[in-house]
């Protein structure tokens, strides 16, 4: 079954500091993993997103690291602000599809504190 | 630019009942997908539709059906409803591309009792 486990299910952060969510996938290909943001009452929004051929995607305080052996991706967020307290959820894009049907992980709570 | 649209906001039905729920496409984008989405879960994919014609489907059962409409608005129906289907479901738009972002409306929160 094709699964996208993250962690971990909820984060602290004081402002100013890094905020780092992990995702792992196995047994099955994905060519696109997208981050998507979700605040209270609100739909996912498409934060930042990062293809297998490349290990690193920095846009402004948020980067994506890959690692394509480990079969791992992680967000960082760096200088963390309140306004950052939302929900995080990986994705991945089956490769081969038809569809851009994703595969999400089951979310981070994120919380920074003032 | 108008974003996604979705039509309720909230609904409460009784079990085995039909639910019809309604979405608006983001101009420029003539793909739409359902997700549902599980409190403290990520979101599930339910079918997408391009061309008024569903072109891919997850591990959903019939009672799940789906429409698009010639100008790519959605409805995603839900027929003999279950405890279960107390969720958010959130309409997606994109471009045919399958890597087009998604780009979610708010959601309808469905509640079964």
């Known amino acids: 079954q094709q699964q996208v486990k993250q962690s971990p299910q909820s984060l602290i952060v004081q402002k100013g500091g890094i905020s780092i969510i992990n995702c792992a996938y196995e047994?099955?290909?994905?060519?696109?993993f997208p981050w998507y943001q979700q605040f209270p009452g609100k739909g996912p929004a498409l934060l930042i997103a990062?293809?297998?051929?490349?290990s690193e995607k920095k846009e402004g305080r948020f980067t994506i690291s890959f690692n394509k052996s480990a079969k791992q991706f992680s967000l960082h967020i760096m200088d963390s602000q309140p306004g950052d307290s939302a929900t995080y959820f990986c994705a991945a894009l089956p490769s081969g599809g038809a569809t851009n049907k994703l595969i999400f992980g089951t979310g981070t709570l994120l919380a920074v504190q003032p | 630019e108008t974003g996604v649209t979705q039509s309720p906001t909230h609904l409460i039905k009784t079990r085995g009942q039909q639910v019809t729920l309604r979405c608006s496409s983001q101009?420029?984008?003539?793909?739409v997908s359902w997700y549902q989405q599980a409190l403290g879960q990520g979101p599930q994919f339910i079918f997408q539709y391009y061309r008024e014609e569903e072109n891919g489907r997850g591990n959903f059962p019939p009672r799940f059906s789906g429409l698009q409409f010639p100008n790519y608005s959605s409805e995603l129906n839900v027929n003999a409803l279950e405890l279960d289907d107390s969720a958010l479901y959130l309409c997606?738009?994109?471009?045919?591309?399958?890597?087009?972002?998604?780009?979610f409306g708010n959601g309808t929160r469905l509640t079964v009792t």
């Open positions: 997606a738009s994109s471009g045919r591309d399958r890597n087009s972002p998604l780009h």
């Open positions: 101009s420029g984008h003539n793909t």
């Open positions: 990062i293809r297998p051929d490349v």
């Open positions: 047994n099955t290909a994905f060519d696109y």
